[in-house]
């Protein structure tokens, strides 16, 4: 099983069960902490899948925009036709 998903099995399951004694849900939320910062940051997990994704999004939207921007700043500069 994927650690995200891993992840949302603990969250999850600690949620669902009130009865759950202090220490053993304190137990099940350090190990949800540990596949939080080490497991999920893994290469080819879920959610670096999906920052790399947002991170190439914003790229594309910043290379565009400078595209843009170039454009306009060409178009005001006076051409050289003698």
């Known amino acids: ?6 992840f949302l099995t603990f969250k ?3 949620s669902l ?7 053993l849900r304190e137990h099940f939320m350090d190990i949800e902490r540990q ?3 080490h497991l999920s940051w893994k290469k080819g997990t879920f959610v ?9 999004m914003n790229e594309e939207e910043e290379a565009e925009e400078e595209r843009k921007q170039q ?3 060409d178009a005001g500069k006076p051409t050289d036709s003698a």
Do not use: S
């Open 35 to 37: 596949l939080a910062l």
């Open 71 to 73: 454009l306009i700043k």
């Open 17 to 23: 069960d009130p009865n759950l004694p202090r220490q």
């Open 1 to 6: 099983m994927p650690a995200y998903e891993l």
């Open 12 to 14: 999850t399951f600690i």
């Open 48 to 56: 670096v899948n999906k920052l790399q994704k947002i991170i190439a």
